[in-house]
């Protein structure tokens, strides 16, 4: 093989050499690019899931007042309700005593 035709293949291997690695540099520049916007993305989810979830927080609070309010007035019911047998049961007492005379 002449000096020629060996400086001819080395120089066609460096050319491979350098093509790949030009590519690679590229696929480099890709990565981040592509690591960024997988973190927007990511930023933006959590931003939604955030506001989703002060919007649950204050729907339960709205839920847990309510919730708190039927029980006072279910509270209120029963008093009423225990009152109103208490007053039944003077009336029987009554009625029978009425009965006795």
């Known amino acids: 093989m002449s ?9 066609a291997a460096l050319e491979a050499v350098v093509s790949q690695e030009g590519g690679l540099r590229a696929s480099q520049d890709r990565d981040p ?3 960024a916007a997988t973190v927007r993305a990511q930023h933006h989810t959590l931003q939604a899931l955030a506001l989703t979830s ?3 927080n204050m729907n339960l609070a709205d839920m847990r007042r309510e ?3 039927q029980g ?3 509270a ?3 008093e009423g309700m225990a009152s109103l047998a208490e007053g039944v049961r003077q ?3 009554i009625l029978n005593r ?3 005379n």
């Open 91 to 93: 009336m029987l007492v």
């Open 33 to 35: 690019a592509d690591l």
């Open 76 to 78: 209120e019911v029963r």
């Open 72 to 74: 006072r007035d279910i």
């Open 54 to 56: 002060s919007e649950h």
């Open 67 to 69: 919730l708190t309010r």
């Open 98 to 100: 009425l009965d006795e």
């Open 3 to 11: 000096e020629l035709d060996e400086l001819g293949a080395r120089l």
